[in-house]
Nanobody, 122 residues
């Protein structure tokens, strides 16, 4: 399992912005699909955004399109999630994961990091 370390969460007011970072020590970062997931209290964990190693367009959950941007720096083994116009419903623990792409399907690793808490106050 390749460790992933998320950071950048915090408390922000509605309409504010945060940028999350996820660093991995794995040597296959540049060929991996990287995703950001989140889990709100009492809800299932869900995929928010994904960045593919190929030139395939990034994936975004519909409710965050236009507000969140995923990006990656392969030289730093880091994936970012820029979040703007944050809403109270974005409150959750955010996690990143790596995966392998098989055509249009992604096989995500089993490893979950500690996550980073994002709290949006109204």
């Amino acid at each position: 399992q390749v460790p992933l370390v998320e950071s950048g969460g915090g408390l922000v007011q509605e309409g504010g912005s945060l940028t999350l970072s996820c660093v991995t020590s794995g040597g296959t970062f540049s060929t991996a699909t990287m995703g950001w997931f989140r889990q709100a209290p009492g809800k299932e964990r869900e995929l928010v955004a994904a960045s593919f190693a190929t030139d395939r367009d990034n994936y975004y959950k519909s409710s965050v399109k236009g507000r969140f941007t995923i990006s990656r720096d392969n030289a730093k083994n880091t994936v970012y999630l820029q979040m703007s116009n944050l809403q109270p419903e974005d409150t959750a623990v955010y996690y990143c994961k790596s995966g392998q792409q098989f055509g249009t399907a992604t096989s995500w690793s089993d490893y979950w990091g500690q996550g980073t808490q994002v709290t949006v106050s109204s």
